[in-house]
T-cell receptor, first 109, second 114 residues
Framework: GQNIDQPTEMTATEGAIVQINCTYQTSGFNGLFWYQQHAGEAPTFLSYNVLDGLEEKGRFSSFLSRSKGYSYLLLKELQMKDSASYLCAVVTNDYKLSFGAGTTVTVRA | IAGITQAPTSQILAAGRRMTLRCTQDMRHNAMYWYRQDLGLGLRLIHYSNTAGTTGKGEVPDGYSVSRANTDDFPLTLASAVPSQTSVYFC?????????????FGPGTRLTVL
């Protein structure tokens, strides 16, 4: 089976930085996605990493270390609208996504 | 507006009844997927289709069936619903079935089986 771990909940203050960690042990690895999901809505794409290193996209950055089975999503200059669940998903050896349970981020004023 | 639509938005169903969840995309994507999302478990793949005319089983296929008669539509059928199938169901699509292809999700169907 697949094992993808991420914290259940995190709380941060508006304007701050939050780092969401994701560790994985999976049958194969063909990339890692991060999705954002607001309550009651569909997941939406944030980032994709397949090579080691940092990918920056505006206020959001995603990092991958394949040798450590580790990724993180960095959210900078937090805004109230960033309150959501963040889903880590690994592309396994059959090219299907295996999702973690998600991290709920609450941004406080 | 391009995207994925799902119907119904929500449904309450008696155990033992048959139910079909509908999913349609207008992006001409080759691959489509059905997931269920349960609290604390994350999204789990039920069935998928890499291209029209083909389907495959995901992680939790039991009690569900799918068909892919054309590119746009990918219905999910519960032949005889049970309470453990109470969940939020998301349909998704991607341009291809490769690892780097981003999946785009529909708005979901909230299903309650009593």
């Amino acid at each position: 089976g697949q094992n993808i771990d991420q914290p259940t909940e995190m709380t941060a203050t508006e304007g701050a930085i939050v780092q969401i960690n994701c560790t994985y042990q999976t049958s194969g690895f063909n990339g890692l996605f991060w999705y954002q999901q607001h309550a009651g809505e569909a997941p939406t794409f944030l980032s994709y990493n397949v090579l080691d290193g940092l990918e920056e996209k505006g206020r959001f950055s995603s990092f991958l270390s394949r040798s450590k089975g580790y990724s993180y999503l960095l959210l900078k200059e937090l805004q109230m609208k960033d309150s959501a669940s963040y889903l880590c998903a690994v592309v396994t050896n059959d090219y299907k996504l295996s999702f973690g349970a998600g991290t709920t981020v609450t941004v406080r004023a | 507006i391009a995207g994925i639509t799902q119907a119904p938005t929500s449904q309450i169903l008696a155990a033992g009844r048959r139910m079909t969840l509908r999913c349609t995309q207008d992006m001409r994507h080759n691959a489509m997927y059905w997931y269920r999302q349960d609290l604390g478990l994350g999204l789990r793949l039920i069935h998928y289709s890499n291209t029209a005319g083909t389907t495959g089983k995901g992680e939790v296929p039991d009690g569900y069936s799918v068909s892919r008669a054309n590119t746009d539509d990918f219905p999910l059928t519960l032949a005889s619903a049970v309470p453990s199938q109470t969940s939020v169901y998301f349909c998704a699509s991607s341009e291809g079935a490769g690892g780097a292809d981003t999946q785009y999700f529909g708005p979901g169907t909230r299903l309650t089986v009593l």
